[in-house]
């Protein structure tokens, strides 16, 4: 009536009299709108469904409540594990192993028992090869369910090969000798090493630090800070300013220097992490100030004109050295060929007059002259010797001073630290030592020469006759003019010899003088 089409299904009958005879037609008109309806949304349902299913990259089995196989669809076109006339009929129990077959039924009965998709992973050797499967079930009525297998070898591979490379960094941060800590964009710590809690004095295992908030452990451990404050402030400034930082420099109290790296993480733009790395360089620092510390005394010794004093610079350069409390310094003392104490400190006065001078028979002296430095605890150095329990010294260190080869003298020091002298401390004196061997040689043979130089002037004073130095023809010195001459030296120095000869006429006698 309102002009709408509709769909009807129309039923004619023939009407027959008793005697069966034709007397008209019946017609019935049905309206099945609504059924074409839903016949079309169905179909149309299907077709999407085969779409979707055509278009998924999957192996499709049809089976029933017991393990048939009903029916397949191989839409990844990949190999089978059997020919589908052997597993179309089949049980699941007669195709898959033992305990995939167990592992499949079990996931069909609990598909059926809730109408949810079951997941689970497997594996198979196929083609000589391991291959890894991705298995969902679903119960698509009561009696039967579909399997949804898809090959997912590639993605376990690549996942292997992420989750090896994920372990492989784990093990190198956490061999790190620099300590290492990654926190997440949220402040969470997300992996630690061993070295990190070291550092820190932390007394937990790495990872049951993983979580924590990062800005409560800054604030735990900024009183090992020289600066607490600062490096609270310095922390959220580096974060903050979300760019790499190299080199930030620590001090503790307990005197070490830690320096601190740090680089923001991103992906896509987007910070995803803190990476932090911490390294103890105290020792390298005090290599640093050592060698500054060497630079100044080679400066000072090159100005010295003293043995003594050199000596005491040499004392005052050791003792600027971490730990050590006491030093001596012996020199070898010509003829006597003994080591002799010239100059100490630290040293009680007993002590000193006790360790004065070491002959050639004595340890010391034997110690000194095999040309090694020699370093540990004292009863390792000096066998039976108890001289330095009693001044409460335990480490002690002798190093040989060395000139062309020649020992001439030894730099003892001494700490009352029950550590063993780190390498810098070591180094440090080894430097002093070879530089003190030159210098202490120069200051000899500068004595020596000045020595010299007077004996030779003295006995030249004594000589009653007119003496002169020529440097080919010149006068360069005037020794002594006898009675005789009355000549200024400096009128002479620098004139020819022979222009000196001819303002005098008394040839004889010049002659007689030049022959002297």
């Not at 299913?53 to 669809?73: M, Q, S, T, W």
């Not at 391991?130 to 009696?143: L, P, V």
């Not at 760019?243 to 923001?264: A, S």
């Not at 001439?408 to 002298?421: C, K, L, T």
Request: some cysteine.
């Amino acid at each position: 009536k309102n002009g709408q089409r509709i769909n009807t299904l129309l039923t004619i009958s023939e009407l027959n009299n008793e005697d069966d005879e034709t007397i008209g037609f019946v017609g019935v008109a049905i309206d099945i709108t609504s059924k074409r309806i839903a016949e079309e949304q169905l179909q149309k349902s299907e077709n999407e469904n085969n779409a979707i299913i055509n278009a998924v990259p999957d192996i499709f089995f049809k089976l029933n409540r017991k393990g048939i196989y009903l029916d397949y669809r191989n839409n990844a076109n990949q190999t089978l594990l059997v020919d589908p006339d052997v597993f179309i009929g089949n049980s699941i129990h007669n195709i898959l192993p033992p305990d995939l077959a167990k592992k499949s039924m079990d996931a069909l009965e609990e598909s059926f028992n809730t109408r949810k998709i079951v997941q689970y992973d497997y594996s198979l050797e196929f083609n000589n090869k391991i291959n890894y499967y991705e298995n969902r079930i679903i119960a698509i009525s009561d009696s039967e369910a579909l399997s949804i297998v898809r090959d997912i070898t590639d993605r376990k591979e690549v996942e292997e090969s992420l989750r090896a490379t994920s372990q492989n960094l784990t093990i190198l941060i956490q061999n790190l000798q620099s300590g290492i800590l990654f926190e997440n964009n949220a402040r969470k710590i997300y992996m630690v090493n061993q070295s990190f809690c070291d550092l820190f004095g932390i007394g937990l295992p790495p990872e049951s630090l993983v979580g924590f908030d990062c800005i409560a452990a800054s604030e735990s451990s900024k009183n090992l800070m020289l600066e607490p404050d600062l490096f609270i402030e310095r922390i959220t400034e580096i974060v903050t300013s979300e760019k790499i930082v190299v080199n930030d420099l620590l001090k503790l109290k307990d005197g070490r220097v830690f320096e601190r790296d740090y680089i923001p993480v991103f992906d896509n733009n987007n910070l995803v992490g803190h990476l932090w790395q911490y390294r103890d360089v105290t020792e390298k620092k005090q290599i640093e100030r050592y060698a500054i510390l060497q630079q100044e005394l080679g400066f000072n010794l090159a100005a010295t004109s003293t043995i003594e004093q050199a000596l005491n610079l040499v004392i005052q350069a050791a003792l600027g050295i971490e730990g050590i409390q006491a030093a001596g310094i012996y020199y070898i003392q010509h003829p006597k060929e003994e080591l002799e104490l010239i100059v100490h400190h630290g040293f009680s006065p007993e002590f000193v007059n006790k360790v004065m001078s070491y002959d050639k028979n004595r340890f010391h002296y034997q110690l000194v002259q095999k040309g090694e430095p020699v370093y540990g605890f004292y009863n390792e150095v000096i066998p039976n010797s108890t001289l330095f329990a009693a001044e409460n010294l335990k480490q002690i260190g002798i190093v040989p001073i060395k000139y062309e080869g020649r020992i001439i003298g030894s730099v003892n020091v001494a700490s009352s630290s029950g550590e063993r002298f780190k390498y810098s401390v070591q180094l440090s004196l080894e430097m002093i030592s070879a530089q003190i061997g030159g210098t202490l040689a120069r200051i000899e043979m500068e004595n020596e020469l000045k020595l010299s130089q007077r004996n030779f002037q003295q006995m030249f004073e004594t000589i009653d006759d007119f003496m002169f130095i020529l440097k080919g023809e010149l006068l360069k010195q005037i020794l002594l003019l006898n009675d005789g001459w009355v000549i200024q030296r400096r009128s002479l120095l620098g004139c020819q010899f022979y222009r000196f000869i001819l303002q005098h006429d008394e040839t004889k006698r010049l002659s007689s003088l030049g022959k002297c």
